[in-house]
C-alpha cells in the first residue's frame, strides 16, 4: 500500500544557517495500482454476477407470485440481460405464435389492477424480496473495496 515518506532536511551550513528542504516520497505505487487493477477485474465479475443473481431471482420470485389458471403469464415471465450489468425481468402474457390469445395481453392488469379487479403486484413484490439480498451483497463488496 503506498505510504508517504517525507522528512525535512536541513540544507546548506553557513552563518544564516541554512535552509530548510523537505521531499516527498511515495512509495509502494506500482504494487499498488496491480492490486486495483486485479481488484477491478474481480469487482466488474462479482457486480455482473451480482446483476444476473438478483434478476433470476426476482423471476423466480414474480413466478411464485402469480396466480396462475393456464400458466401462461407465469411462463411468458422471464429475465433478459440488456447490458454488462443491466437485466430486465419482463412479463407478458402472450403465448407464442397464437394471435388470437396475442390479442389479449393483460400482465399490466394483474400488476396494477382494474376498475374491476384489485392489483395483485406480483412484479413489484418479487423485486421488493430481491432489493434487501442484493443491498447487503452491495454493502459487503463495498466493505471489501474500502479494506484494499
Known amino acids: 500500500m503506498p505510504?508517504?515518506?517525507g522528512v525535512p532536511k536541513?540544507?546548506?551550513r553557513g552563518i544564516t544557517g541554512g535552509g530548510v528542504r523537505s521531499g516527498i516520497q511515495i512509495v509502494g505505487i506500482p504494487e499498488a495500482i496491480a492490486k486495483l487493477t486485479t481488484a477491478d477485474k474481480v469487482i466488474r465479475l462479482e457486480l455482473g454476477q451480482l446483476a444476473a443473481d438478483a434478476a433470476l431471482n426476482m423471476e423466480r420470485e414474480a413466478k411464485n407470485n402469480i396466480n396462475s389458471i393456464t400458466g401462461n403469464l407465469e411462463s411468458g415471465t422471464y429475465a433478459q440481460k440488456v447490458g454488462s450489468y443491466t437485466w430486465e425481468v419482463i412479463s407478458s402474457s402472450l403465448e407464442?405464435?397464437?394471435p388470437?390469445?396475442?390479442g389479449k395481453q393483460y400482465a399490466g392488469f394483474v400488476e396494477n389492477g382494474t376498475s374491476n379487479m384489485a392489483p395483485r403486484y406480483y412484479m413489484r413484490r418479487a423485486y421488493n424480496d430481491v432489493q434487501?439480498?442484493?443491498n447487503a451483497r452491495l454493502r459487503v463488496m463495498a466493505a471489501?473495496?474500502?479494506a484494499l
Open 3 to 5: 505510504r508517504f515518506l
Open 10 to 12: 536541513q540544507v546548506g
Open 96 to 98: 407464442g405464435d397464437n
Open 100 to 102: 388470437e390469445k396475442n
Open 132 to 134: 434487501p439480498l442484493v
Open 144 to 146: 471489501r473495496i474500502s
